[in-house]
């Protein structure tokens, strides 16, 4: 059977912070269901709507969208507080969260999992990854230690009681032997847990049942990555990269859709960079240029309000990027921060070692000792935030969409011009 629109992930190609939130929901009116299926409260997004501005962690982008079914799939962490904190704190403000589907096979984040990820970046020292501290880590490595606690666990406590014994087992030794912490009680962790189960209830799901009916019946499905490529942890910077799969890839283990169901992918690249936490970063700026799109754009952490390094945009990580999701479009986001530089650096391949390398080096050695090669492009001086076609821009500006296009290993298909919801400059259609 032929379906008219298909199922799409849309993925950050950087690390992170590129704008996949704006452009979920750009494309929330025109879909059935918008799935998150990797990370947990770790990262956000945020979203401005009529000049409102909605900042996301944990909830899909198509929250915002009415008449589109949120879900949140398997391959995500569920920390139950912050879960309620945001649902709380967008009924308040007039946003219907009733159509909520989670996952019975997400994982959920114990405050064991918080105390331990804590106080592990600190026991690392000068070796931190720069984790949030949110138990993110932790919890998918309890996942993979098979010491999980599901969703579905929430309803036989006798079950979850033997999954927390069994996991606290090993912990409360590491808490009280090597980080000189108090141990954690069994019950303390099962009471708070259960005290969720009224409300969980009603919103948990056999999504990945669900959405392979829905895919049947012509329906469309949009899935969102959380965090980006090169924080993926197969395919990013390891070690200084998320906990779970942020690619493409991850979109079909993180919500139980096949391969074959997905036709699209959108990529999502910033008209610059920027990077928050520890690890590599090619062209990062440290002088007053760095500063001036950190202002500009506004490069502070969603989730964690932390001033993000900022860089010039980087086309060997676009390309890689592009190849390791299988990109068919790219959006470019906030090409309105650029406006005011005469000339616009962009790397175009990296020095290692005093060879030229023009694809992401293979080796982590490689990759920390690459210094970008830069080429310039002309930059522009005109207010750009009322374009919403292509040939509203300044020829400065479509000449650097354009090049970044030839640069990067895909169509770019829309470009973001603003905060808002209506400053796109639409070139293709992205369903």
């Not at 999701?325 to 406006?339: H, Q, S």
């Not at 002309?378 to 090049?403: F, N």
């Not at 770019?412 to 400059?425: K, L, M, N």
Request: hydrophobic fraction near 35%; charged fraction near 25%; glycine fraction near 12%.
């Amino acid at each position: 059977m032929v379906r008219p629109v298909p199922a799409v992930v849309i993925v950050g190609a950087q690390w992170g912070d590129e704008g996949k939130g704006k452009a979920t929901d750009l494309l929330g009116s025109r879909v059935d269901y918008v799935v998150k299926f990797n990370g947990g409260n770790n990262a956000g997004h945020t979203v401005v709507i009529d000049g409102e501005t909605y900042a996301l962690h944990l909830l899909p982008s198509g929250i915002l969208s009415p008449g589109c079914v949120p879900v949140i799939g398997n391959g995500v962490v569920v920390d139950l507080s912050v879960l309620f904190e945001e649902i709380d704190g967008l009924e308040k403000r007039g946003i219907d969260t009733s159509r909520l589907l989670l996952s019975a096979n997400a994982h959920i984040i114990a405050d064991y999992n918080r105390t331990l990820d804590k106080v592990g970046e600190r026991f690392l020292g000068s070796r931190k990854i720069g984790t949030t501290g949110r138990g993110i880590g932790p919890t998918y490595a309890d996942k993979m230690n098979r010491l999980g606690i599901r969703v579905q666990d929430l309803f036989d406590e006798k079950i979850l009681t033997q999954k927390v014994e069994g996991a606290l087992e090993l912990k409360n030794q590491m808490l009280t032997k090597v980080y000189n912490r108090r141990a954690v009680s069994v019950d303390e962790i099962v009471d708070e847990l259960v005290g969720y189960v009224d409300r969980v209830r009603p919103m948990v799901a056999d999504t990945a049942l669900l959405l392979h009916e829905a895919l049947g019946r012509g329906k469309t499905v949009l899935l969102e990555a959380g965090q980006a490529t090169l924080l993926d942890v197969d395919h990013g910077t390891y070690p200084f990269v998320t906990s779970s799969s942020a690619t493409s890839g991850g979109a079909c283990t993180g919500s139980g859709i096949a391969p074959t169901e997905i036709t699209r992918v959108i990529g999502i690249v910033k008209a610059y960079a920027t990077r928050v936490g520890e690890g590599p970063f090619p062209t990062e700026l440290f002088d007053e240029d760095g500063e001036r799109l950190r202002t500009n754009g506004g490069e502070f952490g969603t989730t964690t309000g932390r001033p993000r390094r900022c860089g010039w945009y980087d086309a060997p990580i676009a390309r890689y990027a592009a190849r390791i999701n299988g990109v068919t479009d790219f959006v470019l986001t906030k090409l309105d921060v650029l406006t005011g530089w005469e000339r616009i650096p962009v790397c175009v391949a990296y020095d290692v070692d005093g060879e030229r390398v023009d694809e992401m080096p293979m080796t982590q050695t490689g990759f920390h000792h690459a210094t970008p090669v830069y080429e310039y492009l002309d930059g522009w001086t005109e207010d750009i935030s009322g374009a919403r076609e292509l040939g509203d821009l300044p020829a400065t500006a479509q000449t650097y969409v354009k090049t970044l296009e030839e640069m990067s290993g895909a169509r770019i298909s829309a470009v973001g011009v603003g905060p808002g919801r209506e400053q796109t400059v639409q070139v293709h259609d992205l369903l």
